[in-house]
T-cell receptor
């Protein structure tokens, strides 16, 4: 696609449920990043992929969070047993081989009731 | 230590005036890149301008310029002739080659342009 695509754009879930957020990066971009942005706050780094491997998982807040990337393209961020503090916008970004600027998707807004 | 520091949580500027948004960074790497992004209320992240650590000239893109002072480790964004549409959050970011191209973001500055 022309840009970074994220789905769903909005997700409302009940506390304790699992959610999956998807990111489809720009074709040919080997680097993929996940960030979390709470209301009115900055970007919190979650995880970074180069190809299918994740050199840096240091930002994942807890073991309830996991991410994978297959085929060097689509990535899925999974949050298990969601908590209210997981409510945020989850932003995905990609770049070409980790160089140049990041291109961001429009984000997935997660609300945990 | 914070990799990127933006000390101005909020700024106001009169329409048509220039404004400087501050950004300092912390790295021991010789090779790094500095970026500014704009995030309007719609939430999208818009890339504005890039400065490489080896670039000797300050980057410019239209009304945006980056005041790069390497010795002081600062990379301030200057917006000239402010417009109402410039009202947004602005984030400074750094990519370090040494850390595998990790991107670090500051906490942002909220800019409001007053008519």
């Amino acid at each position: 696609g022309a840009g970074v695509s994220q789905s769903p754009s909005n997700k409302v879930t009940e506390k304790g449920k699992d959610v999956e957020l998807r990111c489809d990066p720009i074709s040919g971009h080997t680097a993929l990043y996940w960030y979390r942005q709470s209301l009115g706050q900055g970007l919190e780094f979650l995880i970074y992929f180069q190809g299918n491997s994740a050199p840096d998982k240091s930002g994942l807040p807890s073991d309830r969070f996991s991410a994978e990337r297959t085929g060097g393209s689509v990535s899925t961020l999974t949050i298990q047993r969601t908590q209210q503090e997981d409510s945020a916008v989850y932003l995905c970004a990609s770049s070409f081989r980790g160089a140049g600027e990041l291109f961001f998707g429009e984000g997935s807004r997660l609300t945990v009731l | 230590a914070q990799k990127i520091t933006q000390t101005q949580p909020g700024m106001f500027v009169q329409e048509k005036e220039a404004v400087t948004l501050d950004c300092t960074y912390d790295t021991s790497d010789q090779s790094y890149g500095l970026f500014w992004y704009k995030q309007p209320s719609s939430g999208e992240m818009i890339f504005l301008i890039y400065q490489g650590s080896y670039d000797e000239q300050n980057a410019t893109e239209g009304r945006y310029s980056l005041n790069f002072q390497k010795a002081r480790k600062s990379a301030n964004l200057v917006i000239s002739a402010s417009q109402l549409g410039d009202s947004a959050m602005y984030f400074c970011a750094m990519r370090e080659a040494r850390t595998g191209n990790q991107f670090y973001f500051g906490t942002g500055t909220s800019l409001t342009v007053i008519p």
